[in-house]
């Protein structure tokens, strides 16, 4: 009997888990225009800047800014993230890029929130436009920055190839990681 119950909670959790995640598609994310992405991508950088000055002195840097202004993130045991983003040289937009996620174990809920990556290094940059999608935490070192590391980092500390800022998070849901990611070109 307690077997039974646990693969009929198992079955449910899944389903919502569909259903939470089924609320932006793939396809609906995709159907934001190029013009809609280029707004959203400065907007969230000017938000990102304002709120934490790291950010702004990193951008000064770094060789290309990888923008996503909006993931959308939901899971129940199974679960997964999406958005779309573009990334920067200087002030020429070279190409668009999608964030996608798949993620499993102890989670329960949905959230939105934004991210930027700061390619530090022309190595880093070259591994982005020469992969079949970046999957994070192999290729460039990444730096995740939290507000602990943001107070220790100047532009004579940066040693590493990529500084992610995760911001703007709405929603209830325990905790945000690039962990699992995978970034990819896309055609716009």
Excluded: C
């Excluded at 039974?4 to 899944?14: E, N, P, R």
């Excluded at 089924?22 to 159907?31: L, M, T, Y």
């Excluded at 000064?60 to 573009?86: H, M, R, T």
């Excluded at 290729?139 to 004579?156: C, E, F, K, M, Y």
């Amino acid at each position: 009997m307690k077997i039974a119950t646990l693969l009929l909670a198992a079955t449910a959790f899944a389903g919502i888990t569909v259903m939470v995640a089924g609320a932006v598609s793939p396809a609906q994310a995709a159907s934001v225009s190029a013009t809609d992405l280029d707004r959203d991508a400065s907007q969230a950088l000017e938000k990102l800047y304002r709120s934490n000055p790291a950010a702004h002195a990193i951008a000064q840097k770094a060789q290309a800014i990888l923008v996503f202004p909006n993931i959308v993130k939901a899971g129940l045991v199974f679960g997964g993230a999406y958005g779309e983003g573009e990334l920067r040289s200087g002030a020429k937009l070279d190409g668009y890029y999608n964030s996608v996620t798949a993620s499993w174990g102890f989670q329960a809920g949905a959230q939105s929130y934004g991210y930027v990556v700061f390619l530090m290094t022309p190595k880093a940059v070259k591994y982005v436009h020469n992969t079949q999608g970046w999957e994070v935490g192999v290729g460039p070192t990444i730096v995740v920055v939290d507000q602990g590391v943001a107070r220790n980092l100047s532009s004579s500390t940066l040693k590493d190839d990529a500084y992610a800022f995760i911001f703007d998070q709405q929603g209830l849901m325990g905790g945000v990681s690039l962990e699992g990611t995978k970034i990819s070109r896309i055609r716009r």
